[in-house]
């Protein structure tokens, strides 16, 4: 099978790390410079897609197979300003969650699910079916998780290593909240937390402004 993907170079690895090295990978960093990696065989992994939304038009003549990172925004919203047969799944494309035991994928059309089970099949990997949401259900579970943390040291409550050791003691979880935000990049833990408050207005998605701090400070 050939995997193109469209982000950067830990992307790629993410990506060989995860599906194994029995598969052709292609990559590209631009959806400019994808157009011409295209075909209907190819499974693309577009990592980009979050933060060029408008990169979608490069899949406007596509018939083939597309995932699409989703943990700034929604599969719908991705897809909703284009005409197309490609077909599209939702995937978290920030570091740690795609290479996972079970894949979470969101659905466009229930009639997909069946080219969903082929495509995971030949990819080797479980998956799970999940809502179309951004940032699908573990990453804002755990973004969430890593954000109370923020406010718990923002309001001097107890030390980083005290927090991390009290949840993964009380919890069994394999890592602390900062572990986690270490891993996964505080950047992309804010822009998840900041899409998915914009999405809903729910309050228990407001950034803490500590780890908004932190984010920005690695711009």
């Given at each position: 099978m050939e995997i193109l993907v469209i982000g950067n170079k830990n992307n790629l690895n993410e990506c060989r790390q995860k599906f194994g090295d029995q598969h052709v990978y292609r990559f590209?960093?631009?959806h400019s410079a994808a157009e011409e990696l295209l075909n209907s065989e190819t499974i693309t992994f577009d990592f980009k897609i979050g933060g060029d939304p408008d990169g979608i038009g490069l899949y406007k003549n596509f018939d083939g197979v597309v995932f699409l990172d989703v943990s700034k925004r929604s599969l719908d919203k991705l897809i909703?300003?284009?005409?197309?047969?490609?077909?599209?799944?939702?995937?978290?494309?920030?570091?740690?969650?795609?290479?996972?035991e079970v894949l979470e994928i969101s659905l466009h059309q229930k009639i997909d699910l069946e080219q969903l089970e082929d495509v995971c099949r030949n990819l080797n990997t479980k998956f799970a079916v999940v809502t179309d949401q951004v940032g699908l259900i573990t990453p804002r579970v755990i973004c969430m998780i890593i954000n109370e943390a923020f406010f718990s040291i923002q309001e001097d409550i107890a030390s980083r290593g005290d927090i991390n050791l009290a949840m993964k003691l009380g919890t069994n979880y394999p890592f602390g909240p900062f572990e986690w935000c270490a891993k996964i990049g505080a950047k992309n833990v804010y822009e998840l937390l900041a899409a998915v408050y914009e999405s809903t207005k729910e309050e228990r998605y407001k950034v803490c402004e500590l780890l908004k701090e932190e984010a920005e400070a690695s711009y």
């Open positions: 590209t960093r631009s909703n300003t284009i005409e197309t047969n490609a077909t599209f799944f939702g995937f978290c494309g920030m570091p740690i969650f795609l290479d996972r």
